[in-house]
Nanobody
Framework: VQLQASGGGLVQAGGSLRLSCAASGRIFRINGMEWYRQAPGKEREFVAAVYRDGSINYADSVKGRFTISRDNAKNTVDLQMDSLKPEDTAVYYC????????????????WGQGTQVTVSS
């Protein structure tokens, strides 16, 4: 099972970007689909998560500006980022939490490769 993230880029402050992440492989069910980010010189931090039951969490720093959504049938998760600020500049990573395969194997977590988001002032 792999995760592939896309959609990063360079945008001016106040602009928008949409990140997408697709899980591929033999997947039966994914519990949580999440986004994290890591800015230069800083630790990786939680951004947003959406769970199979529909519950959603956001970091306080992105509430009201970012929107997470997922498509269970396609095993994808998107992050719509609006009103971007320079402090949103980071490498963004998607993470799948508790992934079950058809043969009953469980991955506790799978990380995708990062995608760079740069917000200029």
């Amino acid at each position: 099972v792999q995760l592939q993230a896309s959609g990063g880029g360079l945008v001016q402050a106040g602009g928008s970007l949409r990140l997408s992440c697709a899980a591929s492989g033999r997947i039966f069910r994914i519990n949580g689909m999440e986004w994290y980010r890591q800015a230069p010189g800083k630790e990786r931090e939680f951004v947003a998560a959406v769970y199979r039951d529909g519950s959603i969490n956001y970091a306080d720093s992105v509430k009201g500006r970012f929107t997470i959504s997922r498509d269970n049938a396609k095993n994808t998760v998107d992050l719509q980022m609006d009103s971007l600020k320079p402090e949103d500049t980071a490498v963004y990573y998607c993470r799948a939490q508790r992934v079950d395969t058809p043969n009953r194997h469980r991955y506790l977590e799978i990380w995708g490769q990062g995608t760079q988001v740069t917000v200029s002032s």
